[in-house]
T-cell receptor, first 114, second 113 residues
Framework: AAGVIQSPRHLIKEKRETATLKCYPI?????VYWYQQGPGQDPQFLIS???????DKGSIPDRFSAQQFSDYHSELNMSSLELGDSALYFC?????????????FGPGTRLTVL | AQSVTQLDSQVPVFEEAPVELRCNYS??????LFWYVQYPNQGLQLLLKYLSGSTLVKGINGFEAEFNKSQTSFHLRKPSVHISDTAEYFC???????????FGKGTKLTVNP
């Protein structure tokens, strides 16, 4: 079965640079979630989109922005990168006709900021 | 607001011993509960989920969990662990619709020979 695809899997950037992370949800899933997992930490919710509209917002820095496109893929744009942005970034997708929000997670993008 | 408490940050056990990883949650609405496993340098894999119905939920790799509404708990159990079960386990709570998942801090299970 098709899973959530994230690219790139690994990314190394310098401080103050920008980064773009991409997420391709499971086909026909209409909702995308972004989570950040710092070293030794639990995943923290950043932002979610349903039908290309932002549906919820968590602890996402103002330096980050995200959007969901017409084909339902999503991109997380990160600017003015800081050392503390080094983390594993997960994307998850779900289908909203379900009454519960079982989220399927991608393998993550590991971002290292030097 | 929802929250999840995993009472043990680390659990060391010997191979073939039983294990219980504890999870308590708080929520003002009906919840759905999940356990995820994360192997080193890998993503999150769903172990099992409670949505409704039977309070005893069976998952993959021989794990099971019991939902206890009165104690607001969702403890994960396995009667006999293997070395390969060494990983970090996250309990998470969600609600209906497009709600985000709220994760606990995780429990590192280490299975020793």
């Amino acid at each position: 079965a098709a899973g959530v695809i994230q690219s790139p899997r690994h990314l190394i950037k310098e401080k103050r640079e920008t980064a773009t992370l991409k997420c391709y949800p499971i086909p026909r899933h209409d909702t995308v979630y972004w989570y950040q997992q710092g070293p030794g930490q639990d995943p923290q919710f950043l932002i979610s989109f349903y039908e290309k509209m932002q549906s919820d917002k968590g602890s996402i820095p103002d330096r980050f922005s995200a959007q969901q496109f017409s084909d339902y893929h999503s991109e997380l744009n990160m600017s003015s990168l800081e050392l503390g942005d080094s983390a594993l970034y997960f994307c998850a997708s779900s289908l909203q006709i379900w009454r519960y929000n079982e989220q399927f997670f991608g393998p993550g993008t590991r971002l290292t900021v030097l | 607001a929802q929250s999840v408490t995993q009472l043990d940050s680390q659990v060391p056990v010997f191979e073939e011993a039983p294990v219980e990883l504890r999870c308590n949650y708080s929520s003002s609405v009906s919840v759905y509960l999940f356990w995820y496993v994360q192997y080193p340098n890998q993503g999150l894999q769903l172990l099992l989920k409670y949505l409704s119905g039977s309070t005893l939920v069976k998952g993959i790799n021989g794990f099971e969990a019991e939902f206890n509404k009165s104690q607001t708990s969702f403890h994960l159990r396995k009667p006999s662990v293997h070395i390969s079960d060494t990983a970090e386990y996250f309990c998470a709570v969600g609600s209906g619709g497009s709600e985000k998942l709220v994760f606990g801090k995780g429990t590192k299970l280490t299975v020793n020979p």
